[in-house]
C-alpha cells in the first residue's frame, strides 16, 4: 500500500511540474522528432492549431489550421527559452510560404504563447533572430494558443514508427542542408 502511495504522489508530482508549449514549424513529423531529442521534453505531439475548424484531420480538412507540436517539458530541466532556441535552430525563420519542401499556409512557422511571460520570451528571441538575419524579414508569426488537435494516430511518433522513410522524406526535403546553412557559424542563435 505504502509503495502505491509513494507512486502516485512521486507521479503527482511529476505531473504538476510539467509546462506545455507550442510551436509549428512546418512537418510536425520534423519538429516532433527534433524536440524529442532534448533533454527534459517528456512528450511532443502533433496536431493542428491556430484555426477555427474544428477537429481537422490531416486527411481531411484542416484549412486555416498550422501543423503544429504540443511540447510538453519539466521547466527545471529545460527552460522555455531553450526550447525557443532549440525551435529557431530548426526552422527557416525568413520563408513565409511553407517550410522546406512542404509549401502553403499550414506548413508555415509560429510560436503559439499561452501568457504574457511566453509572448515576452517569444518576442525576446524573435528580435534575436531578426538581428541574425538584418536583411530579411522574419515570416514567423507569436500568435495566442487556443485549441490544440492531436493529429490521427498514425502520424505521432512517424520519425520513430517509419525511419527509413522518415530519413528519406526529411532529406529530399533539404530540411538539414537548409538548415546548416541558415545557423552554422560563430552565432549560435
Not at 503527482?12 to 510536425?28: D, H, N, P, R, V
Not at 538584418?134 to 490544440?148: G, K, R, V, Y
Not at 488537435?149 to 517509419?162: I, L, R, S
Request: aromatic share 14%; glycine share 8%.
Amino acid at each position: 500500500m505504502r509503495i502505491l502511495i509513494a507512486t502516485a504522489l512521486l507521479l503527482a508530482s511529476a505531473t504538476l511540474q510539467a509546462a506545455t508549449a507550442e510551436f509549428a514549424g512546418g512537418c510536425f513529423w520534423c519538429m516532433e522528432a527534433d524536440f524529442e531529442k532534448k533533454d527534459g521534453v517528456l512528450d511532443v505531439v502533433s496536431g493542428f492549431t491556430g484555426g477555427t475548424l474544428k477537429n481537422p484531420t490531416y486527411s481531411g480538412n484542416h484549412d486555416g489550421h498550422y501543423e503544429a507540436v504540443r511540447v510538453t517539458y519539466d521547466p527545471d530541466e529545460i527552460s522555455y527559452d531553450e526550447l525557443l532556441r532549440h525551435f529557431w535552430r530548426n526552422i527557416d525563420p525568413v520563408d513565409n510560404g511553407g517550410q522546406f519542401c512542404d509549401r502553403g499556409f499550414s506548413y508555415r512557422t509560429a510560436i503559439f504563447v499561452a501568457n504574457d511571460a511566453e509572448r515576452e520570451a517569444a518576442q525576446a528571441s524573435l528580435e534575436k533572430v531578426a538581428a541574425r538575419f538584418p536583411d530579411q524579414s522574419i515570416a514567423t508569426e507569436i500568435l495566442p494558443a487556443n485549441t490544440f488537435w492531436p493529429v490521427e494516430e498514425y502520424h505521432q511518433d512517424y520519425a520513430e514508427k517509419n525511419p527509413l522513410r522518415y530519413k528519406y522524406y526529411r532529406w529530399g526535403c533539404g530540411r538539414d542542408q537548409r538548415l546548416e546553412e541558415l545557423w552554422s557559424g560563430d552565432d549560435p542563435y
